[in-house]
Structure formats: structure tokens, C-alpha cells
């Protein structure tokens, strides 16, 4: 099952989001106009992306974007890289633990070293740098660096992707200090139509609409009234 929030088929002229069926964590697809396919995080294997991607005719990914390295996220690019060409591979560059995190790393090395795949990670990139193609613009977030450590989670990569008038992020698992941080830098602004929520629900976004699934229930979003993005689409993941 996918919730197709802007469009339901890939069409000429439509630039498609697909937020897929992974379960726990996150997999948002990207179609761009011109056929370019955009794939943020992906789930565990066990959701099945893959099979979701396949499913759509997808034989190549452009460019795949692991917001971070948590096995609910980034687990089933194992999968991905071993199913799909793959143009490029970005990471956050913050070391996994799991032995998925260490198969997945040597298998993007082993595809960069037969010339399959550029690997790189967020680092190499400015947040002027735009990774899209003909009118959708790709801009990436890395991680503020006054934020120190190497937890997963605070390190995640914000994706912001643009066409006309409409913006949407993607956070991975962010929580509410990298993206406050990231506001008071100057990094993105407050208009943002589609977010997908940070880590816990702490998303610092007011929604004009949110779509949630049955048996969700309210929950609390906002810890302050600073720093909301004024949305117009607010996409709720989660797991049954």
C-alpha cells in the first residue's frame, strides 16, 4: 500500500510523492518530469521496499539518500543497491554500528570501485548545491556542527525538495535541536508545504493540514510555539 499524498499515478508534468508502506521508519519516493526517481531512506527490509519499487517498474534509482544510518531507515538499502542501479549514494558520514551498516558500506564501495555508483556523504555538499534535474530542485541539509557527537539521530540529513510553488521536507530522524538549529542559521525558511515529522513526533512544524492513519490518536507536536513551519501537509508514519 502506498499513501500517494500528491498524486496517485506518475504522469507527464507531475512530479509524484510517494510515502511507502515500510512500517516502522521511513521511505519517500520521488518521480521527477522527466523520469529521474528519487529515493529517501527506505525502512527495514522488512517493509518490503524493494518489492514496492519493483512493483512501480522501477529498475534505476538516481540518487539515494540515507538520512542516517539506523536500521529502520537505511536497512533495506542493502537490498536496493544489490536490486537496482543506483546513480548516486549520499550518507550522513556518521559511523552505523549494525553489521547492516557494515554491508551496505562495503557494498557502495565495491559499486563505486567498478564505476556503478558515486558514493558520497553530506558533507561534500553546500546547502546551495542542488542534486535535482530540469525544474525540481534537490537541497541538502547536513548537520549543524555545533551540534557535536555522533548520535544518529541529530546527524540526520534534511532533504528539501522543490518544484514551483511547492516545497516539501524530508528529516529522517531529526529531533527538535538540529532543526531549530538549522532555522537559526538561516539554512531553510518557514515555508514549507509537506513535512514529515521529526523523531517522536517533536516537529517544530504547524501544519495547516495534517494527515494522519486510523487509530493514531492525538498527540502532542509542538513543544514550544517558536519555530513552526507554516505547512500545509503534515505526513504522520508509524507502525501497526
Same mark, same amino acid.
Given at each position: 500500500?502506498?499513501?500517494?499524498?500528491?498524486?496517485?499515478?506518475?504522469?507527464?508534468?507531475?512530479?509524484?510523492?510517494?510515502?511507502?508502506?515500510?512500517?516502522?521508519?521511513?521511505?519517500?519516493?520521488?518521480?521527477?518530469?522527466?523520469?529521474?526517481?528519487?529515493?529517501?531512506?527506505?525502512?527495514?527490509?522488512?517493509?518490503?521496499?524493494?518489492?514496492?519499487?519493483?512493483?512501480?517498474?522501477?529498475?534505476?534509482?538516481?540518487?539515494?539518500?540515507?538520512?542516517?544510518?539506523?536500521?529502520?531507515?537505511?536497512?533495506?538499502?542493502?537490498?536496493?543497491?544489490?536490486?537496482?542501479?543506483?546513480?548516486?549514494?549520499?550518507?550522513?558520514?556518521?559511523?552505523? *554500528?549494525?553489521? @547492516?551498516?557494515?554491508?551496505?558500506?562495503?557494498?557502495?564501495? /565495491?559499486?563505486? %570501485?567498478? &564505476?556503478?555508483? !558515486?558514493? =558520497?556523504?553530506?558533507?561534500?555538499?553546500?546547502?546551495?548545491?542542488?542534486?535535482?534535474?530540469?525544474?525540481?530542485?534537490?537541497?541538502?541539509?547536513?548537520?549543524?556542527?555545533?551540534?557535536?557527537?555522533?548520535?544518529?539521530?541529530?546527524?540526520?540529513?534534511?532533504?528539501?525538495?522543490?518544484?514551483?510553488?511547492?516545497? *516539501?521536507?524530508? @528529516?529522517?530522524?531529526?529531533?527538535?535541536?538540529?532543526?531549530? /538549529?538549522?532555522? %537559526?542559521? &538561516?539554512?531553510? !525558511?518557514? =515555508?514549507?508545504?509537506?513535512?514529515?515529522?521529526?523523531?517522536?513526533?517533536?516537529?517544530?512544524?504547524?501544519?495547516?493540514?495534517?494527515?494522519?492513519?486510523?487509530?493514531?490518536?492525538?498527540?502532542?507536536?509542538?513543544?514550544?510555539?517558536?519555530?513552526?513551519?507554516?505547512?500545509?501537509?503534515?505526513?504522520?508514519?508509524?507502525?501497526?
Amino acid at each position: 500500500m502506498f499513501l500517494a499524498l500528491f498524486a496517485t499515478a506518475f504522469a507527464a508534468d507531475t512530479l509524484t510523492v510517494d510515502y511507502l508502506d515500510v512500517g516502522q521508519g521511513d521511505g519517500v519516493l520521488f518521480r521527477t518530469p522527466d523520469g529521474h526517481v528519487i529515493l529517501v531512506d527506505g525502512g527495514k527490509p522488512s517493509g518490503n521496499a524493494d518489492d514496492q519499487l519493483a512493483a512501480l517498474g522501477i529498475t534505476r534509482i538516481d540518487l539515494l539518500i540515507a538520512t542516517h544510518a539506523d536500521y529502520d531507515h537505511a536497512g533495506v538499502h542493502e537490498d536496493i543497491l544489490g536490486r537496482f542501479s543506483v546513480g548516486t549514494y549520499v550518507a550522513n558520514g556518521v559511523a552505523g *554500528t549494525s553489521q @547492516s551498516y557494515s554491508r551496505i558500506t562495503a557494498m557502495a564501495a /565495491a559499486l563505486e %570501485a567498478a &564505476g556503478q555508483t !558515486d558514493v =558520497r556523504t553530506v558533507s561534500e555538499y553546500s546547502d546551495t548545491d542542488n542534486l535535482g534535474w530540469g525544474d525540481v530542485a534537490i537541497h541538502l541539509l547536513k548537520p549543524p556542527a555545533a551540534i557535536g557527537g555522533t548520535d544518529q539521530n541529530t546527524h540526520s540529513i534534511g532533504v528539501v525538495v522543490e518544484r514551483g510553488d511547492f516545497k *516539501t521536507l524530508v @528529516s529522517g530522524d531529526s529531533e527538535k535541536k538540529e532543526t531549530d /538549529a538549522w532555522l %537559526a542559521e &538561516g539554512r531553510y !525558511d518557514d =515555508r514549507i508545504d509537506s513535512v514529515d515529522p521529526l523523531h517522536r513526533g517533536r516537529a517544530p512544524h504547524r501544519p495547516r493540514r495534517a494527515h494522519r492513519g486510523q487509530g493514531l490518536g492525538e498527540r502532542r507536536l509542538f513543544r514550544s510555539e517558536e519555530h513552526r513551519l507554516n505547512s500545509s501537509h503534515l505526513v504522520i508514519s508509524y507502525a501497526v
